[in-house]
C-alpha cells in the first residue's frame, strides 16, 4: 500500500515512466477512445448540452484553436476541453470504473485531444493519435487506482477530484513536462480540495453531474499549462497533518495506492454498451429486458417487483418520490427497470420528460422493493470478480411470478469483452448516425476500427474529422493513401 508523499511520487514515475508495450491494452484504450467520441457526438442533438460549448467565451474562437466534436468552432484548449468533457459525459453513457469510489476514465480523453488539436494546430509540435492512447492508459491508471485506494462519497465528495488529478498528470506530460513539472501539476490538482456530491443525488440532481467532469478537465489543463510554465508545487499537500487533503477532507481515512501503477483499469473497463443508465443499474435492466416478453403485453398486470442488489447500489440509485429531471432518473434504479419492463427498451430518450409523463412508470416504481443481497455486494468488492449484480422478479396480481432473474455481470464487464466488442462498434455507428444522419462517417469509422492507422493519425486530423465537414472526413480518407 502507498500512501501520503509516496503517492504522488509514485504518480509521478508512472506518468513519466515507458510507454504501454501489450498492443491488446493500447487496442482496448482505442476502443474507449471510440466510444467516448461516438458518446459526445451523440450528445450534440441535446441543446442543454450544446449550450456547454464555448460558454465561456461567446464569439471568442480562435482560428487555429482546439475543435469541439460536431462544431466548426475553434478555442482555447481550456475551453474546448471543458465542452468535449461535457459532451463525453452528457448522457451518462460512457465507460466506468468501479472502486472503493467510482467514475468514468473517459473524462479525460478531453484535455489529451484539446491539447493535442491545440499543438498541431498552433505549429508547435505534431501530435499523434498513438502518444493519446499511450497517456490515455496513464490517465484512465490514475484516475482508477485511485478511486481503488480511497472513497469519497462517503464524505459527500465527488470523484471528479480524480479527472482534475489525472488529467493535470497527463495534458503537463503531453505538454512536454518532466517529472518536476508533473509533480507541480498533480500536487496543485490536490490543493483545489473537492466539490460536493450534492448535484449527484436524489433531490438535488441535475445537469452539473454531466458537466462537472469536463470542468474538473478544464481545471486540470490549466494547472498543467502552469506547471509547464515554471509553477512549483505544493508541498505536503497529501500528507500534512493540520491542512493536507487527508487530514481537512477525509479524516481517519487517507489517500492511497493499493498496488503499483500498470494497465489494470483499461484492461478491466467497464463499457456502458446497451443502456445509458448508472452503472450499478445495468444488470438491472439486463435483468428486467428478460422478463418483459413475459409480461405478454401485460404491465398492467403487475402487482409489484423485488429488486436485489448491492450495498452501493442501494446507497447511490435507490431513488424513492419526486425526480426532478433527466439527470435524476438516470440514477434511479426503480425507474430504469420500470421503463424497460413496460417498454422492453432503454435509450437516452427514456429519461427525458416526455418519457416520465407515463404515468405507470411511477405506479410501478411505488411498487417496487430494493433490499441488499450481502453476497451481491461480496461479489463487487472482490478484486478477483468486480461484479455488478442484481436480481429482478416480478409479482402479477394473479399470483404468478416472473423469474428471478439474476445477471452478475454485465454486458460491459471485461467477462462479457468478446460478446461485447461488435455491439460496441454497433452502438457506435448508431449514435454517430443518430448526431448526423446526413454525414458519410465511414472515413471516421474505418479509421477508429484500425489501431496501426489510428495511432499515425496526427490528433488535428482526428478532429478535424470530428466536426463532421466533408473536408475532414476527406482528410481521414487520404491517411490511407499515405
Request: hydrophobic share 45%.
Given at each position: 500500500m502507498i500512501e501520503g508523499r509516496a503517492v504522488i511520487d509514485a504518480l509521478v514515475s508512472y506518468v513519466?515512466?515507458?510507454?504501454?508495450?501489450?498492443?491488446?491494452?493500447?487496442?482496448?484504450?482505442?476502443?474507449?477512445?471510440?466510444?467516448?467520441?461516438?458518446?459526445?457526438?451523440?450528445?450534440?442533438?441535446?441543446?442543454?448540452?450544446?449550450?456547454?460549448?464555448?460558454?465561456?467565451?461567446?464569439?471568442?474562437?480562435?482560428?487555429?484553436?482546439?475543435?469541439?466534436?460536431?462544431?466548426?468552432?475553434?478555442f482555447d484548449p481550456l475551453t474546448a476541453t471543458a465542452a468535449i468533457g461535457s459532451l463525453v459525459r452528457w448522457l451518462d453513457y460512457n465507460d466506468t470504473w468501479l472502486g472503493r469510489e467510482w467514475g468514468h476514465p473517459s473524462d479525460n480523453w478531453a484535455g489529451l485531444l484539446a491539447v493535442g488539436d491545440y499543438l498541431c494546430r498552433s505549429g508547435t509540435r505534431s501530435v499523434t493519435m498513438g502518444e493519446v492512447l499511450q497517456l490515455g492508459v496513464k490517465a484512465y491508471e490514475v484516475q482508477g487506482a485511485l478511486a481503488l485506494g480511497t472513497n469519497l462519497n462517503r464524505r459527500g465528495l465527488d470523484h471528479v477530484v480524480y479527472v482534475r488529478v489525472a488529467s493535470a498528470a497527463v495534458v503537463t506530460r503531453l505538454l512536454g513536462g518532466g517529472a518536476e513539472a508533473v509533480a507541480s501539476a498533480v500536487t496543485n490538482a490536490w490543493a483545489d480540495g473537492a466539490p460536493?456530491?450534492?448535484?449527484?443525488?436524489?433531490?438535488?440532481a441535475g445537469e452539473r453531474k454531466s458537466w462537472a467532469a469536463g470542468d474538473a478537465a478544464s481545471?486540470?489543463?490549466?494547472?498543467?499549462?502552469?506547471?509547464?510554465?515554471?509553477?512549483?508545487?505544493?508541498?505536503?499537500?497529501?500528507?500534512?497533518?493540520?491542512?493536507?487533503?487527508?487530514?481537512?477532507?477525509?479524516?481517519?481515512?487517507?489517500?492511497?495506492?493499493?498496488?503499483?501503477?500498470?494497465?489494470?483499469?483499461?484492461?478491466?473497463?467497464?463499457?456502458?454498451?446497451?443502456?445509458?443508465?448508472?452503472?450499478?443499474?445495468?444488470?438491472?435492466?439486463?435483468?428486467?429486458?428478460a422478463l418483459h416478453p413475459l409480461l405478454g403485453g401485460r404491465p398492467e398486470e403487475i402487482d409489484r417487483i423485488s429488486i436485489d442488489t448491492t450495498e452501493?447500489?442501494?446507497?447511490?440509485?435507490?431513488r424513492r418520490g419526486p425526480l426532478l429531471n433527466a439527470a435524476d432518473r438516470d440514477h434511479c434504479l426503480q425507474y430504469a427497470v420500470a421503463v424497460a419492463l413496460l417498454t422492453g427498451n432503454l435509450t437516452h430518450d427514456s429519461f427525458a420528460d416526455e418519457a416520465a409523463a407515463d404515468e405507470r412508470i411511477d405506479g410501478l416504481r411505488g411498487r417496487t422493493d430494493v433490499r441488499h443481497e450481502p453476497a451481491f455486494t461480496a461479489l463487487h468488492d472482490d478484486p478477483e470478480q468486480?461484479?455488478?449484480?442484481?436480481?429482478?422478479?416480478?409479482?402479477?396480481?394473479?399470483?404468478?411470478?416472473?423469474?428471478?432473474?439474476?445477471?452478475?455481470?454485465?454486458?460491459g464487464h471485461p467477462r462479457r469483452r468478446d460478446e461485447a466488442r461488435p455491439l460496441l462498434q454497433a452502438k457506435l455507428v448508431a449514435n454517430l448516425t443518430a448526431a448526423?444522419?446526413?454525414?458519410?462517417?465511414?472515413?471516421?469509422?474505418?479509421?477508429?476500427?484500425?489501431?496501426?492507422?489510428?495511432?499515425?493519425?496526427?490528433?488535428?486530423?482526428?478532429?478535424?474529422?470530428?466536426?463532421?465537414?466533408?473536408?475532414?472526413?476527406a482528410a481521414l480518407d487520404a491517411t490511407r493513401e499515405s
Amino acid at each position: 500500500m502507498i500512501e501520503g508523499r509516496a503517492v504522488i511520487d509514485a504518480l509521478v514515475s508512472y506518468v513519466c515512466g515507458p510507454d504501454v508495450a501489450d498492443p491488446d491494452t493500447v487496442d482496448i484504450a482505442r476502443l474507449c477512445l471510440a466510444d467516448a467520441l461516438g458518446c459526445a457526438l451523440l450528445a450534440t442533438r441535446h441543446p442543454a448540452c450544446t449550450r456547454h460549448v464555448g460558454v465561456a467565451v461567446p464569439g471568442g474562437d480562435l482560428v487555429e484553436g482546439s475543435r469541439v466534436p460536431g462544431s466548426k468552432r475553434s478555442f482555447d484548449p481550456l475551453t474546448a476541453t471543458a465542452a468535449i468533457g461535457s459532451l463525453v459525459r452528457w448522457l451518462d453513457y460512457n465507460d466506468t470504473w468501479l472502486g472503493r469510489e467510482w467514475g468514468h476514465p473517459s473524462d479525460n480523453w478531453a484535455g489529451l485531444l484539446a491539447v493535442g488539436d491545440y499543438l498541431c494546430r498552433s505549429g508547435t509540435r505534431s501530435v499523434t493519435m498513438g502518444e493519446v492512447l499511450q497517456l490515455g492508459v496513464k490517465a484512465y491508471e490514475v484516475q482508477g487506482a485511485l478511486a481503488l485506494g480511497t472513497n469519497l462519497n462517503r464524505r459527500g465528495l465527488d470523484h471528479v477530484v480524480y479527472v482534475r488529478v489525472a488529467s493535470a498528470a497527463v495534458v503537463t506530460r503531453l505538454l512536454g513536462g518532466g517529472a518536476e513539472a508533473v509533480a507541480s501539476a498533480v500536487t496543485n490538482a490536490w490543493a483545489d480540495g473537492a466539490p460536493l456530491r450534492l448535484y449527484r443525488q436524489g433531490g438535488h440532481a441535475g445537469e452539473r453531474k454531466s458537466w462537472a467532469a469536463g470542468d474538473a478537465a478544464s481545471r486540470g489543463v490549466y494547472l498543467a499549462y502552469l506547471a509547464s510554465s515554471g509553477e512549483p508545487g505544493q508541498q505536503g499537500v497529501l500528507d500534512d497533518q493540520t491542512w493536507g487533503f487527508s487530514r481537512v477532507l477525509l479524516g481517519d481515512d487517507s489517500v492511497r495506492l493499493l498496488s503499483p501503477l500498470g494497465s489494470a483499469v483499461v484492461d478491466g473497463i467497464l463499457f456502458k454498451v446497451s443502456f445509458p443508465v448508472e452503472f450499478f443499474a445495468q444488470t438491472a435492466v439486463e435483468a428486467a429486458l428478460a422478463l418483459h416478453p413475459l409480461l405478454g403485453g401485460r404491465p398492467e398486470e403487475i402487482d409489484r417487483i423485488s429488486i436485489d442488489t448491492t450495498e452501493p447500489a442501494l446507497r447511490l440509485i435507490d431513488r424513492r418520490g419526486p425526480l426532478l429531471n433527466a439527470a435524476d432518473r438516470d440514477h434511479c434504479l426503480q425507474y430504469a427497470v420500470a421503463v424497460a419492463l413496460l417498454t422492453g427498451n432503454l435509450t437516452h430518450d427514456s429519461f427525458a420528460d416526455e418519457a416520465a409523463a407515463d404515468e405507470r412508470i411511477d405506479g410501478l416504481r411505488g411498487r417496487t422493493d430494493v433490499r441488499h443481497e450481502p453476497a451481491f455486494t461480496a461479489l463487487h468488492d472482490d478484486p478477483e470478480q468486480r461484479a455488478v449484480p442484481n436480481r429482478v422478479t416480478v409479482f402479477l396480481r394473479d399470483g404468478t411470478r416472473l423469474g428471478p432473474e439474476e445477471v452478475l455481470y454485465p454486458l460491459g464487464h471485461p467477462r462479457r469483452r468478446d460478446e461485447a466488442r461488435p455491439l460496441l462498434q454497433a452502438k457506435l455507428v448508431a449514435n454517430l448516425t443518430a448526431a448526423r444522419p446526413d454525414v458519410a462517417w465511414q472515413p471516421l469509422l474505418d479509421v477508429l476500427d484500425d489501431l496501426e492507422r489510428l495511432a499515425a493519425l496526427p490528433v488535428d486530423r482526428l478532429m478535424g474529422a470530428l466536426t463532421a465537414t466533408p473536408d475532414g472526413l476527406a482528410a481521414l480518407d487520404a491517411t490511407r493513401e499515405s
